[in-house]
């Protein structure tokens, strides 16, 4: 049976006129405003934050072009005689920072077991909150605090350091730590008492990190552990700690970047000298930011762009930090680890 | 398989421990998981955990003060800590197999570390208020300022109005400019995106790692030295919007993805424009969040002291004026008056600091009450 032509026709009508409408009405003149204007303050974001990169960057070109690769070698600070590099100022803030995380990291990674595998669940959500407490108390009461409180009572575990393990270098002092009337001085305002300090400051950031993700630790491997028999400290050590693996590393990252960049705390504590040294236990020690703050005051303008370069340099190795931790912490949170 | 081990293993099975991991999946399926109690001490850990405190503090005691003769309360803590450790060791494995032995020991150095940390909260605070306090409880010291006052003048004269009214001033204009750039970012991230979005986050979240000092330092080079612009409470403002604003952004942004998708879909399909969707659904939705990111801006904007060390310096009179003449501010009044050396100074830098320590002990209990009424609404 055929049909007529009209009604073929009709047909093919039709089928043109099924065709979907669109759907997409386009933007109102209204969410051209909006999307424009919070499209604009995001780009004055940008420009704002990337010029203080760039602006940063470009001081260190004369800086560079002054001072030579010397820059990066030199030991000393004595703008008098334009003897200007942040070798033993680098050394030091790493080693500050090191030492915190040193100090840290064990605290952190068990308190964070604590708080996320031991505590009793009605006091869990208080330990919890009072780790973000810790992290959001200024970083000067806690310099005053470790100034006034931890200092003379460190050095006394600074001077039994250097009794017992001067074998390590690390722990060697200048002074005779076994003389009868010992040198408290000698003790004081040394990296090591800067270090613990940061540590302090540092633990709460790296404990949220961690507890964050072995809260995470899937329900089912905890039961199959149990199942099998492991103790609580086997389930741990078979399931929360390699499911946390990622970000165990990551929140010890942030810290270290955290720990690099800390100015208050250490300024407070710390007395300067301009020296490589690798005895952390003995008095005076410089950190970039604490460099940055004590001499920016009657710093020329080549000075100035001095600091800034090595505030640049300070910058990438935070930078570099923060981004392997990031790395991490998104990777573990992925549930890539869990079968790890 | 013998007669005892099979009777074991049947004890074992009818024990209430397995039959609740393996019942429950038929009985009460949809029940959620819940992880059996193994955390309970038996009366033998108990009793060993007592037994060796006491043993270790009667033999530390006896080691330490007599026969040794050492002295410092630190390291007296120190060898029962560790002497504790190893008697609970010896006395768990008398009796118990090694993966028991192991497990207590952890528990007692995961509970030790948690209380260090407690600890050292506890003492900085208490350390911080028990040193304020003589000057905290004469009201001049809120009501005065310092010009004219020595730094070793009584405490009856002299206060620190200048430096609250300060803080406040820098605080309020630099959280005034960051919060709208921040969360105006944070909704340009979450809600426009776009290419150029990817560039901003990247770049957002690498000025995090800007050490505060250099926001300060940049601040100093680019508008002091090269622009001659005076040091004022809006230069001190705009050190600390540089150090907050990727802070606030990246707060913000992580607090708008958690928004659910349906809520915007379900107001676009309503026919709402999407200026329309963010104002009266996402932003919303988010407040309490919103809102506890702000708060923590604040107090860490009001903690901040590394960059007003470089832009502004610390006055003693009165000004609240931020467009001309410098301001002091809370934590450039602590640093100066602890690193003075004069006593009276001192006290008054832990005043300061103590009412510093309130502000952000009183800003982070109202987080916690607005997190308790987003939990409650639910």
Known sequence: MTLPTEELERLELEEWLDKPRSIDPGLSTAD??????????????LVMTGAIGLFLGYQAIPTVGHYGLRFF???????????????????????????????????????????????????KSTLISMIDLMAAIPSIIYGIWGAAILQPKTIYLSRWLSQHVAWIPLFKVDTDPN???????????????????????????????MRGVFDQAPIGEREAAYALGATRWGMIRSVVIPFGRGGIIGGTMLALGRALGETVAVLLIISTTYDIKIKILSA????????????????TKRQLSALLTAGFVLFLMTLAVNTVAAVFVNRSRSGAGTDA | MTAVETDILREEMLSPAVSNTVQPRTAAALAPDVPRIIGRRTT?????????????????????????????TLGFIVCWWLAFIALYGLISAMSNPRPIVADRLVSVVVLSAAMLVGLALLSTILHIFHKGWPALHHLNFYTQDMSGVRPTAALTEGGILHAIVGSGIEVGIAVAISLPLGVATAVYLTEVGGRLSRIVRTVVEAMTALPDILAGLFVYTVLIISFHAERTGLTAALALVVTIIPIIARSAEVVLRVVPGGLREASLALGASQSQTVRRVVLPTARSGLATALILGIARIAGETAPLLIVSSATTYFNS?????????LPLFIISSVRSGQK???????????????LVLGLFVLTRFLARDKAARR
């Open chain 1, 32 to 45: 051209h405003v909006f999307r424009g204007s919070v499209r604009l303050i995001g780009g004055f974001v």
């Open chain 2, 344 to 358: 009276q100074a001192i006290i008054r830098g832990y005043g300061a600091a103590a009412l510093l320590l309130t």
């Open chain 1, 284 to 299: 005076g020690t410089q950190t970039t930011s604490a460099l940055i703050a004590s001499l920016f005051g009657e710093a």
């Open chain 1, 179 to 209: 003389a009868a009337s010992w040198a408290k001085s000698a003790y004081t305002s040394s990296a090591f008492i800067a270090g613990i300090v940061v540590a302090i400051m540092v633990v709460p950031l790296a404990c949220a990190v």
């Open chain 2, 321 to 329: 004026d931020p467009l001309h003449g410098q301001m002091n501010s």
């Open chain 1, 73 to 123: 070698t030199e030991t000393q600070w004595q703008p008098s005689t334009d003897h200007i590099g942040i070798a033993a100022v680098l050394v030091g803030t790493i080693e500050v920072a090191l030492t915190a995380l040193a100090i840290g990291f064990p605290i952190a990674l068990l308190t964070a077991l604590y708080i996320s595998e031991y505590a009793p669940s009605w006091l």
């Open chain 2, 44 to 72: 033998d850990e108990f009793a060993s955990y007592l037994g060796s405190a006491l043993a270790a503090l009667a033999l530390v005691w006896v080691v330490y003060c007599g026969v040794l003769a050492f002295s410092g």
